[in-house]
């Protein structure tokens, strides 16, 4: 099913199957969620949203 498996760090595992990015944590076995491309996309928008915030508090 998945393929492309890695070790993201903290227990955390990532792999793609051509569609969705699958993490699953303490063992790559353990799926727990999968994102579709636009989830992802969502989520990465958070993560630089809060980079910003940080570089902002941090000036």
Request: proline fraction near 2%.
């Amino acid at each position: 099913m998945n393929k492309d498996k890695t070790y993201l760090g903290d227990g955390v595992y990532a792999s793609h199957d051509g569609h969705q990015i699958w993490l699953a944590v303490n063992h790559h076995e353990n799926i727990v969620i999968a994102l579709e491309p636009a989830v992802l996309a969502r989520l990465l928008d958070y993560v630089k949203s809060l980079k910003q915030k940080k570089e902002k508090t941090n000036e």
